[in-house]
């Protein structure tokens, strides 16, 4: 069965410093990798996907097959990055687009 | 506006009391999904639908009934609420299309409890 742990359930860091969110999985094959954000009052959206290689408002995502890990990572955190972090799996095949495993969460807090 | 709408967004209601949540979305996607929202847990699939009439189960779908009959809306419905299915949640669609760069596109949340 996929499973999705991330294993920091709060997170606070102080504006400027850098951040990692940590995300592992388990998955018996090839999954596609999503990272989702909730900001305060606002609705879940999508922040990045592993398979477009992209960073998404400085942040950056390495999918790590060797260790199973999608971790988020940020350089330099700013106040506006506190939010609801939420890693998700898809599996591969038909269903996929709709099939989405999310992780426990993690609250990201940036301090001023 | 392209969007996914949800209601009612609060609901307060008694054990056993039928009621349903209704979701909508405006993007002519296929795929719809209604998952669940509890503190500890992130969110949890209940229900999935891939197109008008083909639903299927997600990972908690006890309690819990949908239907498909049109593209746009894909209703949540509680037979026969319990206090244990008091949580938030939200519905999702998606295009399918293509498959790899899929993206779900959420619904404000339905706060329910149940007393």
């Known amino acids: 069965a996929q499973r999705v742990t991330q294993p920091e359930k709060l997170l606070s860091v102080f504006k400027g410093a850098p951040v990692e969110l940590k995300c592992n999985y388990s998955y018996s094959g090839s999954p596609e990798l999503f990272w989702y954000v909730q900001y305060s009052r606002q609705r879940l959206q999508l922040l990045l996907r592993?398979?477009s290689r992209e960073s998404i408002k400085g942040f950056t995502a390495d999918l790590n097959k060797g260790e199973t890990s999608f971790h988020l990572k940020k350089p330099f955190a700013q106040e506006e990055d506190s939010a609801m972090y939420y890693c998700a799996l898809s599996g591969p095949g038909e269903t996929s687009g709709s099939r989405l495993t999310f992780g426990e969460g993690t609250q990201l807090t940036v301090n001023p | 506006e392209a969007q996914v709408t949800q209601n009612p967004r609060y609901l307060i209601t008694v054990t056993g009391k039928k009621l349903t949540v209704t979701c909508s979305q405006n993007?002519?996607?296929?795929?719809m999904s209604w998952y669940r929202q509890d503190p500890g847990l992130g969110l949890r699939q209940i229900y999935y639908s891939m197109n008008v009439e083909v639903t299927d189960k997600g990972d908690v779908p006890e309690g819990y009934k949908v239907s498909r009959k049109e593209k746009r809306n894909f209703p949540l419905i509680l037979e026969s609420p319990s206090p244990n299915q008091t949580s938030l949640y939200f519905c999702a669609s998606s295009s399918g299309q293509p498959r790899i760069y899929n993206e779900q596109f959420f619904g404000p949340g339905t706060r329910l409890t149940v007393l």
């Open positions: 993007m002519n996607h296929e795929y």
């Open positions: 592993h398979i």
